[in-house]
Nanobody, 124 residues
Framework: QKQLVESGGGLVQPGGSLRISCLASGYTSYYYAVGWFRQAPGKEREGVSCVSSSGGIRKYVDHVKGRFIISRDHANNTVFLQMSDLKPEDTGIYYC?????????????????WGQGTQVTVSS
């Protein structure tokens, strides 16, 4: 059974950094693209970043470019999202999901297996 589990969320001050992780189990995530999404209270889920199966293609939504870095560790079936210079508007539940491709649109409809999410709160 394919499963994704996020971890590493928490409370961080504006300007701070946080790394969240997405661990895949029940399948070899090597063959799938992985995306990160976030959902703020009262808002729709939006794509943040994705990485292709090989790791060679990485996409970011404009407002996180230069601040977030996505990476993957195939040996440990894990994808990371390193977040720096965090802003209050980065607050939300962060979900990872797997799908066939990492496309520039980073749309939730392009992914079919989802984790349960991890809360990230940026506040002083």
């Amino acid at each position: 059974q394919k499963q994704l589990v996020e971890s590493g969320g928490g409370l961080v001050q504006p300007g701070g950094s946080l790394r969240i992780s997405c661990l895949a189990s029940g399948y070899t995530s090597y063959y799938y693209a992985v995306g990160w999404f976030r959902q703020a209270p009262g808002k729709e889920r939006e794509g943040v970043s994705c990485v292709s199966s090989s790791g060679g293609i990485r996409k970011y939504v404009d407002h996180v470019k230069g601040r977030f870095i996505i990476s993957r560790d195939h040996a440990n079936n894990t994808v990371f999202l390193q977040m720096s210079d965090l802003k209050p508007e980065d607050t939300g539940i962060y979900y990872c999901a797997s799908g066939p491709y990492c496309l520039p649109t980073i749309s939730p409809q392009e992914y079919d297996t989802w984790g349960q999410g991890t809360q990230v709160t940026v506040s002083s």
